[in-house]
């Protein structure tokens, strides 16, 4: 949902409990509260979407899923940067090679991590 992830950016926090969408404010300064206030009265109005917008990100995406995921953004990074693929055929090495290091734990956590801006399993 578009307007949680700008007001994520903008420093604000949403948790789920139980049937309540809480938010709180934790960034660095004021933020534009005029647009925050519109932001937030659209999330307050879609609750049942943000709120399920929220779980979907607390869900633990597999491994191969966030490999894919990576592989494109450092690919469209490569393409944007002009530095051809030597960046992202290293960084996938550094994937493989962490995979191959740490086995099923490395596995294990990085299946935690959700989508952006949500809680990581990681220690």
């Given at each position: ?108 956590a990085l299946e935690c991590i959700p989508r952006p ?7």
């Amino acid at each position: 949902m578009k307007a949680i992830t700008e007001l994520e950016g903008m420093g604000y926090t949403f948790k789920l409990d139980g049937g309540t969408l809480r938010y709180s404010y934790e960034g660095e300064g004021r933020p534009d509260l005029e647009h925050a206030r519109s932001l937030l009265e659209y999330v307050k109005r879609h609750k049942d979407e943000a709120m399920a917008f929220l779980r979907r990100r607390l869900e633990p995406r597999p491994v191969l899923e966030v490999k894919a995921d990576l592989e494109a953004l450092l690919d469209e990074m490569a393409k944007a940067t002009g530095q051809g693929d030597d960046v992202a055929e290293r960084l996938l090495a550094r994937w493989d090679d962490l995979n191959g290091e740490y086995g099923a734990a490395v596995g294990a956590a990085l299946e935690c991590i959700p989508r952006p801006h949500g809680v990581s399993c990681l220690p």
